[in-house]
């Protein structure tokens, strides 16, 4: 392994697992605080053991949160030191204000844990909330900071040189709320499935079946909401994508070559030596139509780009398929649970029902790390899309390999911890929170 694939191995491993920690810590407060609000309105101490066994996960992911981003705030200066001293200056605001951002909810975080019978009601109440707009808007911050090395912004670049600098711009470029919205809703997604998931597994076990029916209810209620609605926001990147990275899309669809009616595939084997898809599933016009508005209007392929400027085809177009089939499978799944809560509730209790539910527990978080992966891999070989390589920001430092290893028994260890903390918890539940009617 040298040293680039090193640095780069690094990078994904440390994405790969912060985004799960993120993702959990931006919506599990959100949860936390619907439960709390129907404490505090009901009375139902159903709802305040779910709220404080919540919390308790909420702590677990804020501090793996923490220390994974801190790791990556670190490789990015390590690794790309050639990136951070150009783009620093540009796209550094985003990163500032998620600072302050990650300032707010640790304090409103310590507010919450140990406000319970100190605070005032609606106060404490208060705090939890704060905790999940803050996780919300440091997760926003942090995206709009990636679409802007998909789509710069800012800047003028003149002979090299980074000149006119405008930070605002350079946070809200072009990307920032396609992407936004994409993964927002793709992080409501697939921690209410996976919410959902364990709590549907804890009912079909028959274990504590009031504490984990009504938390069900809340975390599909979002996660199905959320499913449904993110291919809109898919459409809405893929457009977005279309107009500012089109090599991205050309590989997301192992599209090789550009012609009127262009065809979507669903999909199939891309050969990038015969620049065809193998066993795919053409649907002539369709992608003109998905990107145009219009069947015959060509869209832009791979042929019409330099081949030393072209992403991997292959793991573009796997990791963006993969991405859809889960997504689509969790739209149909929350279709079902809100076909049943309003017209066949008699589904709610059946064993079936709630397998779906089980078996869709992972979904959401494999989507979210195909759809990162589409994101970082498709904007190859880019480091700043269109202006410096990914080749030209690694560092010159050697032995990047070590560092390699060393980091990823790092995540490993750490996950390994968060899994064995959430077990207990989960196995805690009947000692600590369910109280007995």
């Avoid at 507010?111 to 019978?117: D, I, Q, S, T």
């Avoid at 921690?191 to 009912?203: E, W």
């Avoid at 899309?249 to 050969?271: C, H, K, N, W």
């Avoid at 498709?378 to 269109?386: A, D, F, N, S």
Wanted: hydrophobic content about 50%.
């Amino acid at each position: 392994m040298n040293d680039f694939i090193a640095a780069r191995s690094q990078m994904a491993i440390s994405l790969g697992f912060h985004i799960i920690y993120s993702c959990i810590g931006m919506v599990m407060p959100v949860f936390m605080a619907v439960s709390h609000y129907k404490w505090i309105k009901t009375g139902d101490p159903v709802y305040k053991n779910i709220t404080q066994a919540w919390s308790k996960g909420v702590a677990i992911f804020f501090a793996t949160g923490a220390v994974s981003g801190t790791i990556l705030s670190f490789e990015l200066g390590l690794l790309w030191p050639k990136f951070m001293e150009h783009a620093g200056p540009i796209f550094g605001m985003p990163f500032s204000l998620e600072g302050v951002a990650f300032f707010i909810e640790a304090i409103a975080l310590g507010f919450f844990l140990y406000g319970w019978n100190r605070l005032n009601e609606w106060f404490h109440w208060f705090t939890g909330i704060m905790v999940g707009v803050s996780g919300v808007i440091s997760g926003i911050l942090v995206v709009s900071a990636n679409s802007w090395m998909n789509n710069p912004s800012g800047f003028d670049y003149i002979n090299g040189q980074y000149l006119n600098i405008d930070p605002i711009k350079a946070m809200f470029n072009g990307s920032w709320f396609s992407e936004a919205l994409h993964m927002t809703i793709a992080a409501f997604s697939a921690t209410g499935f996976a919410v959902a998931g364990i709590h549907a597994l804890m009912i079909v076990r028959k274990r504590n079946v009031v504490f984990h029916t009504k938390a069900f209810k809340i975390a599909i209620v979002f996660g199905a909401v959320a499913a449904i609605l993110q291919p809109f926001s898919g459409d809405i990147s893929a457009k977005n994508a279309a107009r500012t990275q089109p090599a991205k899309l050309a590989a997301m669809e192992s599209y090789f070559r550009t012609q009127p009616y262009s065809p979507l595939v669903i999909g199939g084997v891309p050969d990038t030596l015969h620049k065809t898809v193998k066993d795919g599933i053409e649907i002539p016009g369709l992608l003109s139509f998905l990107v145009n508005d219009d069947f015959e209007k060509p869209v832009i392929g791979l042929d019409k780009i330099a081949t030393k400027n072209q992403p991997p085809v292959a793991i573009t177009h796997y990791a963006f398929e993969i991405m859809i089939a889960l997504g689509s499978i969790m739209m149909l799944t929350g279709i079902i649970y809100f076909i049943a809560l309003w017209k066949k509730r008699s589904w709610l209790n059946k064993k079936w029902f709630l397998d779906l539910f089980i078996l869709s527990t992972p979904f959401g978080f494999i989507a979210v790390e195909a759809g990162w992966t589409v994101t970082e891999v498709g904007r190859q070989p880019w480091i700043i899309q269109g202006i410096m390589r990914t080749s030209e920001a690694v560092t010159p430092m050697p032995g990047i390999h070590y560092s390699f290893y060393l980091f990823t028994a790092v995540y490993f260890t750490l996950s390994v911890a968060v899994v064995f903390l959430l077990y207990r918890q989960i196995k805690m539940v009947p000692q600590l929170y369910d109280v007995k009617l």
